[in-house]
């Protein structure tokens, strides 16, 4: 009797073992060069798909990449006022400005047809002008200092300065002339080119600044020169005139 009973535990232990060895067999199929063992979720991030810029023969270019419709434009970017995200008006071009003033006299930008907005795209607000302070003495406090006088703290360590809103002209905004036009009375869309692309020793700053936070600078900038303008204007006067 023991031996029989012994026979029979064998025979299933036997039988347990083989069930249990098939059972790992068959779940080892699967598992071919593609499967890592990380299940569903892992072949979904590595689905077959042509990547950008590579080989395609299926289209007749042989490019994977399609190319875009007609007036296709990125999210984000589409960029219709011009106003706002040029400050130049409606074909006006920077070029542009050495041939406003053929009769070389002296004119008005107004009368001069500048190319630059003499304006703001958007109502200048204490909000605005807030923003706008906050943007300046981040970005341009460092060169042009606090104020605006041309003072910053590269200029303390032995920086060329940069001109003042105040008193200085602009060196690159002129008549045919050769005359500069005065930084407080630059148009609005020439502060906003300078800063879209920067000028002379200083950079763009079209990766750093938005468009509407550029304005917002520009509308501190004019709050400036609002309040230290006269004050400056006078010192200067005051030391020619020793």
């Known amino acids: 009797m023991f031996n029989s009973i012994r026979l029979y535990l064998v025979g299933s232990s ?35 798909k042509i990547k950008m810029h590579n080989a395609f023969s299926f289209f007749t270019d042989g490019r994977g990449s399609r190319p875009y419709e ?27 400005w050495k041939d406003l003033n053929p009769s070389k006299e002296p004119m008005t930008l107004v009368q001069a047809k500048s190319p630059y907005y003499e304006t703001f795209p958007m109502e200048v607000t204490e909000e605005l002008i807030l923003r706008g302070k906050e943007r ?31 008193v200085d002209h602009s060196r690159g905004l002129k008549y045919l002339t050769g005359a500069a036009v005065p930084l407080p009375e630059a148009p609005e869309g020439y502060y906003f080119q300078v800063i879209t692309h920067g000028y002379g020793g200083m950079g763009s700053y079209s990766a750093q600044i938005n468009p509407k936070d550029r304005w917002a600078i520009i509308a501190y ?8 303008g006269k004050t400056a204007g006078q010192a200067v006067a005051q030391k020619e005139a020793k």
């Not at 970017?77 to 070029?95: D, I, R, W």
């Open 221 to 228: 900038i004019r709050a400036l020169q609002e309040t230290f």
């Open 136 to 166: 300046f003495n981040i970005y341009c406090s460092v060169c042009h200092g606090v104020t605006g006088a041309g003072n910053g703290m590269i200029v303390q360590r032995g920086y060329l300065p940069p001109p003042s809103f105040y």
């Open 14 to 48: 036997r039988i347990l073992n083989l069930s249990i060895a098939a059972f790992i067999a068959a779940g080892s199929l699967g598992c071919g060069k593609q499967d890592i063992g990380w299940g569903f979720y892992q072949q979904m991030a590595e689905q077959p």
């Open 70 to 96: 007609e007036g296709t434009v990125a999210r984000g970017m589409l960029q219709e006022n011009e106003h706002l995200y040029s400050g130049l008006k409606e074909g006006g071009t920077v070029a542009a």
